[in-house]
């Protein structure tokens, strides 16, 4: 069974760092890309940035809103995928998701969500 | 960035009605569109993806159509476990990008 479990929200001051982790299970986690999204209290959903697999070069993209502040990592050792957010914002606040993304053809998807993590920004 | 707009932004329906939400692109995405359904406190599940494949698991009673910049949800008889928030998404470019969401309530 594909499952995907985040850790490390918690409440922190706006300017400080935090590091989410998302440990998978049930899949081969080096053979997929990972993504991190998030979802403000009440609001949509945004996504924050991916990074691909190491056969596709392990490389990040990021949203406009958070890149230079936030870096996306991945263990594949240990099945891991990391969010290191630094210079956090009031507006950063949110549950904060990791997925899977799956493809078909030339199209992607995000076929497993974890249960997110909240990370509220407040001084 | 692609936009998406969702119509409506909710929706009263009662079990066993046929339910349709719509999700336009700001620009042509192919069937590059994907559907999840999100209830409250849990995390989003995807119910559709390339515009008409049926994800796996997910209930025949739901289907999707489109193509270019016109999409739709079909639920072709309400259940009372599908009372929930629906989200279009569009993975032609990056960054993929969400429709704000249909809350489909019980009338």
């Known amino acids: 069974e594909v499952q995907l479990v985040e850790s490390g929200g918690g409440l922190v001051k706006p300017g400080r760092s935090l590091r989410l982790s998302c440990t998978a299970s049930g899949f081969t986690f080096g053979d997929y890309a990972m993504s991190w999204f998030r979802q403000a209290p009440g609001k949509g959903l945004e996504w924050v940035g991916f990074i691909r697999s190491k056969a596709y070069g392990g490389t990040t993209e990021y949203a406009a809103s958070v890149k230079g502040r936030f870096t996306i990592s991945r263990d594949d050792s240990k099945s891991i995928a990391y969010l290191q957010m630094n210079s956090l914002k009031t507006e950063d606040t949110a549950v904060y998701y990791c997925?899977?993304?799956?493809?078909?053809?030339?199209?992607?998807?995000?076929?497993?969500w974890g249960q997110g993590t909240l990370v509220t920004v407040s001084s | 960035d692609i936009q998406m707009t969702q119509s409506p932004s909710s929706l009263s329906a009662s079990v066993g009605d046929r339910v349709t939400i719509t999700c336009r692109a700001s620009q042509s995405i192919s069937s590059y569109l994907n559907w999840y359904q999100q209830k409250p406190g849990k995390a989003p599940k995807l119910l559709i993806y390339a515009a008409s494949s049926l994800q796996s698991g997910v209930p025949s009673r739901f289907s999707g159509s489109g193509s270019g910049t016109d999409f739709t949800l079909t639920i072709s008889s309400l259940q009372p476990e599908d009372f929930a928030t629906y989200y279009c998404q569009q993975s032609y470019s990056t960054p993929p990008t969400f429709g704000q969401g249909t809350r489909l309530e019980i009338k």
């Open positions: 997925t899977r993304e799956s493809k078909w053809l030339l199209q992607y998807y995000f076929d497993y």
